[in-house]
């Protein structure tokens, strides 16, 4: 064997190794992540059996509960102060409540601990983990994130909103700081309001699907994290400038599936160049995305422009096992009449409006709460 292959041969199993001591240790992180979770909440579940033995809630915080973090951090140093132990014991009350409507909706009954499934072993990816008498999780309990994730999760207030982003953190892997942004900028509200209901009630059990066009569609879009200022006067340029400058949170935003592939693509017909701003691929749904950024009022010749882009992508680029190309108009301002006066209907392109500041979560929330009412009503009514 040459010096040459030698090298190949200790290169290649050196990297085979590495391979499987990352995976290895990434395992045990999230073992050890997933483990803290377990074990908070089982401290929550104590905290809450000890409070519900007389104690007022205040004399208790008071007194029992300082008296346990003092000893705590005495022995294990610091993380279990007063506030931390508060948050575990809220934890417990936001997923055991969860846990229990589940168990209600199956067997009518209450279970009398979350624990009672003790020396249990929990299956976890590709671990077990061998859990003891006092924190063994009964078949209902399934965290999959951190606790980093938990802190965020259980201040939202709807549970449906919580589920949702439960769900799509896990699928999405999204890190804590990606989860703290979507919930900031009020994902579930956008996503619902332009859903049916049967379909918002699909987005707190299964999180986002997406299986048609305008499953991708948010409105508006929110893009704070260009930097730029909503009152500044920008061209369409530095717009399509700042979105490549942070293309990675551009498509966190655009949501699941979307991958990059040119911008101001250039296609040529009748020796005449047309440039389409932004080019995705959405591998879910199988077909191109093509994105025109309009910083002005939306026009018809606007529309008229990107159905010619769609048109000629259908027929010239799209492959036959591909589905049919969407269009969508990133613009400040949507008119849906435009839209629908101006195209067919069965046209797949869509206006959606972009902000560059988060969402009033409020209002968003009012808004679909009318909008659930509104058709609640007209159901009943026939």
């Known amino acids: 064997m040459n010096e040459i292959q030698e090298t190949k041969r200790v290169e290649a199993l050196f990297e085979r190794i590495s391979s499987l001591i990352e995976q290895g240790r990434q395992r045990v992180v999230t073992a050890v992540n997933i483990a803290e979770v377990y074990t908070k909440y089982a401290i929550g579940q104590y905290i809450v059996e000890d409070e519900q033995k007389g104690e007022s809630r205040a004399e208790y ?13 005495e022995r294990y140093g610091k993380g279990w102060g007063l506030e931390n132990l508060r948050l575990i014991r809220n934890f417990y009350l936001v997923y055991s409540s969860k846990i229990q409507n589940s168990v209600l909706g199956i ?13 249990h072993d929990l299956t976890l990816s590709s671990d077990n983990l061998n859990w003891g008498n006092d924190i063994a999780p009964t078949q209902q309990l399934k965290f999959t994130l ?33 989860l703290s942004r979507q919930v900031g900028s009020s994902l579930y509200e956008r996503l619902a309001l332009s859903r049916d209901k049967d379909e918002v009630m699909r987005l707190a059990r299964e999180g986002q699907t997406i299986e048609k066009p305008s499953d991708i569609i948010k409105n508006p879009l929110t893009l704070e994290f260009l930097g730029l200022k909503p009152e500044a006067a920008y061209t369409e340029s530095k717009l399509e400038n700042a979105i490549i400058a942070k293309l990675q949170q551009f498509l966190l935003e655009l949501g699941k599936g979307f991958l990059f592939e040119a911008r101001q693509k250039r296609f040529t017909f009748e020796e005449r160049n047309f440039y389409v701003d932004l080019v995705f691929y959405n591998r879910l749904l199988q077909c191109y995305v093509l994105i025109d950024l309009k910083t002005g009022d939306l026009t018809h010749q606007d529309l008229g422009q990107m159905q010619m882009y769609v048109n000629y992508y259908d027929r010239h680029v799209k492959q036959d096992f591909e589905k049919p190309t969407i269009g969508v108009l990133l613009c400040q301002e949507k008119s849906d009449a435009l839209v629908e006066l101006t195209l067919p209907k069965d046209a797949n392109i869509y206006a959606t409006a972009y902000q560059l500041y988060l969402p009033d979560k409020a209002l968003l929330q009012r808004k679909l709460k009318e909008w659930i009412d509104e058709f609640n009503e007209i159901t009943a009514n026939g």
């Open 61 to 73: 915080g008071k007194h029992i509960l300082k008296s346990v973090s003092e000893k705590l951090t």
């Open 107 to 119: 067997s009518g009954k209450t279970p009398n601990t979350v624990l009672e499934k003790a020396k």
């Open 146 to 178: 951190s606790w980093s994730h938990y802190l965020i999760l259980m201040r939202i207030d709807n549970p449906d909103a919580r589920s949702f982003y439960e769900i799509e953190c896990a699928q999405q892997q999204w890190s804590v700081r990606q």
